[in-house]
């Protein structure tokens, strides 16, 4: 837990405080006498008497008891004045501006290692080092500039870079977002954005906590307690908007799996955010205004009417509300009919509702209330409204505010003559309104956030499974590829269905073994990871003496140990496959088999463990849906099968966590079944 004097310090002593408002320590000081601070300030500088009107310690030595400490000084003198201000001062929170820390050297680190020991020990809390600080409604302890407007409803923000954190407010301030707290956490050597949030969880009161939460994220050093946080946050009535970026770069191992060459460390973060039910941005921008769209009442249908007197942006809109699965439907009869009279000569109602440049506040405010009363087609209403300079606007922005108060409907506001009718959009965002300066952002905000996904249920039921017979080839397994045998065996004991198999060395073996199990069967070289690609599956085999000759031919192909011979069975190639992610754990992916898989590259993922609806999400949420459910006549796929199947893998896993890359390629779909025909585990202890 952090310590409050951290969140609300009755005490704060400025190390490294000075007059010069354009360094760290001038600047964070002015913040803190301009936002007001109603405790006890002290500044500690060994050169001067007085600092912007306060009395100046010479060291911390000289210092009463006090809270917190924010430190703008050089990092080599940091050691010691935490040493001094824990054991002497009884100071709890401590926020380290000054970088030179685990950012720049080896030397730094150890510092950085110093300081949170010697804090730990009087359970005390950090935020930073080489950080911007801290902003909540207690103070304003930061360096830098905006302050936002801070507001118990506003949203709490914490962010792992302190320039981000002051773009993202920039961007968010001018469109009337307001914050309740900002953290910048900096090198988190202490507390990073995982240990904020579980704070702001275990405190959270739903009466008076903010209902907002913006993350921007650099590295997820603790993905489950991000997930356990986040999730019940939401459960409680949050929403939460998250930027994790460095999503790009190229894994460092290279795979030797289906399913290892298709998850990445940042699809990983994709399914980790869906499962928590984290909305997840881009940008700045795609950030700000997904926030903006949570202050606003919520989109319970996906139907929006477009009120206008721009026929452009409407037409913007209407395409980034329909390219992203939200409907902007006809509005028609007698009642639309009836609206049309009260508009001038030339205006539409058919949805985008367009009442022309020379429409009036009154018109907006009877159409409003038609869209509100009169259409059931109708589940929200965006509302465009700018102007060309040549009159103020605040009789039309002062009715907006008024209809929102008390509208069932949600209205959002798209007011983009940001320069002309600067004064008047001034003038409502007082009112403690936001702004859609973009209706395209818009548009695609609210799609996004209709379509997030709620987080999964606390706790997940997993299909049942022969633990210890999984345990005990595990345990008995080296590292690297199980051999055949051993597979069959774990799929037995996990449960998922297989076809028949035999793997055979001799030629005399595999013409047996093929007769017992049925022709016509397959056969497929073992050993090979890419068998297809080395001629190392033959079809369709329906008689002994193919049989003989294939075995002779594949059993010369490189590193071929062995032929696996199946019954030929039929079905759509479906994949499902698990690969461990370094702190994250397994993640387990689906989709259609066989070459597919890598030419569509069409693949669902989600964290294990995994529920039966995260499964049945994460097929409905594949491109190739349709193939599965049966398209143009063809016959589809049993998807309650498939889906136990994905949540088989996911018990699998979660019982034998040294699998590192599993695949099921393919699984043999049809309406009556799902088979497993093909299967690798790799295991990595």
């Known amino acids: 837990m952090i310590a409050k004097e951290l969140i609300a310090p009755k005490s704060i002593v400025?190390?490294?405080?000075?007059?010069?408002?354009?360094?760290?320590?001038?600047?964070?000081?002015?913040?803190?006498?301009?936002?007001?601070?109603?405790?006890?300030?002290?500044?500690?500088?060994?050169?001067?008497?007085?600092?912007q009107g306060l009395k100046v310690y010479h060291s911390v030595d000289e210092l009463p008891q006090v809270d917190m400490a924010i430190m703008a000084i050089a990092a080599k003198f940091i050691p010691d004045t935490v040493e001094i201000l824990t054991e002497q001062k009884a100071t709890k929170g401590f926020i380290i501006l000054s970088a030179g820390f685990s950012e720049e050297s080896h030397e730094g680190e150890e510092l950085e290692k110093q300081i949170v020991e010697q804090i730990n020990k009087y359970d005390g809390?950090?935020?930073?080092?080489?950080?911007?600080?801290?902003?909540?409604?207690?103070?304003?302890?930061?360096?830098?500039?905006?302050?936002?407007?801070l507001d118990p409803n506003g949203v709490?923000?914490?962010?792992?870079?302190?320039?981000?954190?002051?773009?993202?407010?920039?961007?968010?301030?001018?469109?009337?977002?307001?914050?309740?707290?900002?953290?910048?956490?900096?090198?988190?050597?202490?507390?990073?954005?995982?240990?904020?949030?579980?704070?702001?969880?275990?405190?959270?009161?739903?009466?008076?906590?903010?209902?907002?939460?913006?993350?921007?994220?650099?590295?997820?050093?603790?993905?489950?307690?991000?997930?356990?946080?986040?999730?019940?946050?939401?459960?409680?009535?949050?929403?939460?908007a998250a930027i994790k970026s460095g999503?790009?770069?190229?894994?460092?191992?290279?795979?030797?799996?289906?399913?290892?060459?298709?998850?990445?460390?940042?699809?990983?973060?994709?399914?980790?955010?869906?499962?928590?039910?984290?909305?997840?941005c881009h940008s700045r921008e795609e950030l700000t205004t997904i926030a903006s769209v949570f202050m606003h009442k919520e989109l319970e249908g996906k139907k929006i009417a477009i009120i206008t007197h721009a026929g452009g942006p409407a037409v913007m809109l209407t395409d980034a509300l329909s390219n992203n699965g939200l409907e902007v439907p006809s509005i028609e009869g007698a009642k639309a009919e009836d609206l049309l009279t009260k508009l001038f000569p030339g205006s539409s109602v058919a949805n985008p509702i367009d009442f022309l440049a020379t429409g009036t506040a009154e018109q907006l405010g009877d159409i409003i209330d038609a869209v509100d009363n009169d259409f059931d087609n109708i589940d929200a209403m965006v509302v465009v409204f700018g102007s060309p300079g040549l009159f103020p606007v605040f009789d039309v922005y002062d009715l907006l505010d008024e209809k929102m108060k008390t509208t069932k409907k949600p209205i959002y506001p798209v007011l983009p003559s940001v320069v002309n009718v600067a004064e008047e959009i001034k003038h409502f965002l007082a009112k403690g309104r936001i702004n859609f300066p973009d209706e395209v952002l818009l548009g695609e905000a609210l799609a996004k956030v209709y379509y997030s996904d709620k987080p999964v249920e606390e706790k997940i039921e997993l299909p049942e499974v022969d633990s210890e017979k999984i345990r005990s080839i595990i345990d008995a397994a080296n590292n690297g590829y199980l051999e055949p045998e051993k597979v069959v065996e774990l799929l037995d004991a996990a449960g998922i269905n297989r076809a028949g198999e035999a793997v055979v060395t001799t030629k005399k073996a595999a013409v047996e073994k093929a007769n017992n199990l049925g022709l016509p069967v397959v056969m497929k070289v073992v050993g090979p990871v890419h068998k297809s690609d080395v001629g190392g599956v033959v079809l369709n085999v329906n008689d002994n003496k193919t049989i003989e000759s294939e075995f002779e031919r594949?059993?010369?192909?490189?590193?071929?140990?062995?032929?696996?011979?199946?019954?030929?069975?039929?079905?759509?190639?479906?994949?499902?496959?698990?690969?461990?992610?370094?702190k994250f754990g397994h993640m387990v992916l689906c989709g259609l088999g066989g070459i597919f898989i890598e030419v569509l590259e069409d693949v669902k993922a989600g964290l294990a463990p995994l529920s039966n609806t995260e499964a049945h999400q994460m097929i409905q949420g594949l491109n190739s849906y349709g193939i599965i459910r049966g398209a143009r006549g063809q016959?589809?796929?049993?998807?309650?099968?498939?889906a136990e199947n994905v949540q088989r893998v996911s018990a699998l896993v979660n019982i034998?966590?040294?699998?590192?890359?599993?695949?099921?390629?393919?699984?043999?779909?049809?309406p009556n079944r799902v088979v497993a025909v093909d299967a690798r585990i790799r295991i990595e202890k």
């Open 14 to 51: 400025v190390v490294g405080g000075t007059d010069n408002i354009h360094a760290p320590g001038g600047k964070l000081l002015k913040n803190l006498l301009d936002g007001d601070f109603n405790g006890d300030l002290y500044v500690v500088n060994p050169k001067k008497d007085e600092i």
């Open 125 to 149: 809390s950090l935020i930073g080092p080489n950080c911007i600080g801290v902003l909540n409604t207690n103070y304003n302890g930061v360096f830098t500039t905006p302050i936002p407007t």
């Open 156 to 240: 709490d923000f914490i962010s792992g870079s302190g320039a981000t954190a002051v773009f993202i407010m920039e961007s968010g301030v001018p469109k009337g977002l307001t914050f309740n707290s900002v953290y910048s956490v900096g090198n988190s050597a202490q507390l990073g954005v995982e240990e904020v949030l579980e704070y702001l969880d275990e405190t959270f009161d739903a009466q008076t906590s903010s209902k907002v939460k913006l993350l921007y994220i650099e590295n997820i050093d603790k993905p489950k307690k991000l997930l356990k946080h986040a999730s019940s946050l939401i459960r409680k009535g949050c929403k939460i």
């Open 247 to 280: 999503g790009s770069e190229a894994g460092s191992r290279a795979a030797s799996s289906h399913t290892g060459a298709l998850a990445s460390s940042d699809t990983a973060v994709e399914a980790l955010f869906q499962k928590a039910g984290i909305v997840r």
């Open 554 to 582: 594949m059993m010369k192909i490189k590193d071929t140990t062995a032929i696996l011979i199946q019954p030929m069975l039929s079905g759509t190639e479906l994949f499902v496959g698990a690969k461990r992610e370094d």
């Open 635 to 642: 016959e589809g796929v049993n998807e309650d099968m498939f």
């Open 656 to 670: 034998a966590p040294e699998i590192f890359e599993m695949d099921l390629n393919p699984l043999l779909g049809s």
